[in-house]
């Protein structure tokens, strides 16, 4: 199943245990952008993952983006 609104985004419960991936692959959302955060040369990131494209990047980051929570509990302990 194509996440909404995102077509390079797939979740498959039989994948990854349904966790949001690229395009089928096993390859989560989760990990593309610990990659890209790791990375800081993006020749050497697509040297490391050249079965991603460009837009499959964008759209993970988009994808974290928009289902990150933006309530932020400040209450103290």
């Given at each position: 199943?194509?996440?909404s609104?995102?077509?390079?985004?797939?979740?498959?419960?039989?994948?990854?245990?349904?966790?949001?991936?690229?395009?089928?692959?096993?390859?989560?959302?989760?990990?593309?952008?610990?990659?890209?955060?790791?990375y800081?040369?993006?020749?050497?990131?697509?040297?490391?993952?050249?079965?991603?494209?460009?837009?499959?990047?964008?759209?993970?980051?988009?994808?974290?983006?928009?289902?990150?929570?933006?309530?932020?509990?400040?209450?103290?302990?």
């Amino acid at each position: 199943m194509v996440a909404s609104g995102f077509d390079r985004i797939t979740v498959d419960p039989h994948l990854m245990n349904g966790q949001p991936c690229i395009r089928g692959m096993r390859l989560t959302v989760r990990r593309v952008v610990e990659a890209v955060s790791l990375y800081r040369d993006r020749e050497e990131f697509f040297k490391e993952y050249p079965e991603l494209k460009e837009d499959d990047v964008k759209q993970a980051l988009e994808f974290a983006a928009a289902n990150l929570e933006d309530v932020i509990d400040f209450r103290v302990a």
